[in-house]
């Protein structure tokens, strides 16, 4: 079973738009999770933790539900620099990941 | 800068030929790791370290070994490199907020 699930998408929203992406994990026992983006053919870049119930930085924002296991990321005002695959990953207490996942693709057109 | 610094960025190699990709942080983190990337894929674990003499197998272990040679450095070796290990490899190191990553190495085995 995967660690997590993600819509691979991808998501074609225009500029301005807000958009949500959901991720649901597997393993309760998981106590943080994050956040990164990848562009093309570069390496993941973290882009937000989240340790409790959310976090919340500019227009960004996670959410975790640890009942339901998914976490969610919001875009507000999305920007053409946007662009990317954003990829989940909790972070359990083995402390590694065995996978990233494909993420989900975002394409944020003018 | 502090991070992960990955060499080299670029190999061609024959099948059959060895070689060794080399990676160092400068972050006093525990755990490094070597992950791998097919194109539309996500990134699956090779091996990792979750601290100085300390190694184990990931996901696809096949075809490589690893050296954790002190705190700092962690390489990745391809004994008898196959067409199937053309891929870009990304080490990184984690710490409770997240994993750093190099830029990656893209491997061609022809």
């Known amino acids: 079973r995967k660690e997590v699930e993600q819509d691979p998408g991808p998501f074609n929203v225009p500029e301005g738009a807000t958009v949500a992406f959901n991720c649901t994990y597997s393993?309760?026992?998981?106590?943080?999770f994050f956040w990164y983006r990848q562009d093309c053919r570069k390496e993941p870049k973290l882009l937000m933790s989240?340790?409790?119930s959310g976090n919340e930085d500019g227009r960004f924002t996670a959410q975790l539900n640890r009942a339901s296991q998914y976490i969610s990321l919001l875009i507000r005002d999305s920007k053409l620099s946007d662009s990317a695959t954003y990829l989940c990953v909790p972070h359990s207490n083995s402390g590694y990941a065995l996978n990233f996942g494909k993420g989900t693709s975002l394409l944020v057109t003018p | 800068n502090a991070g992960v610094t990955q060499t080299p960025k670029f190999q061609v190699l024959k099948t059959g030929q060895s070689m060794t990709l080399q990676c160092a942080q400068d972050m006093n983190h525990n755990s490094m790791y070597w992950y791998r990337q097919d194109p539309g894929m996500g990134l699956r674990l090779i091996y990792y370290s979750a601290s100085e003499g300390t190694t184990d197998k990931g996901e696809v272990p096949n075809g490589y070994n690893v050296s954790r040679l002190n705190k700092r450095e962690f390489s990745l070796r391809l004994e008898s490199a196959a067409p199937s290990q053309t891929s870009v490899y990304f080490c990184a190191s984690n710490h409770r907020d997240g994993y750093t990553f190099g830029s990656g190495t893209r491997l061609t085995v022809v």
């Open positions: 989240v340790y409790s």
């Open positions: 393993n309760s026992a998981s106590q943080s």
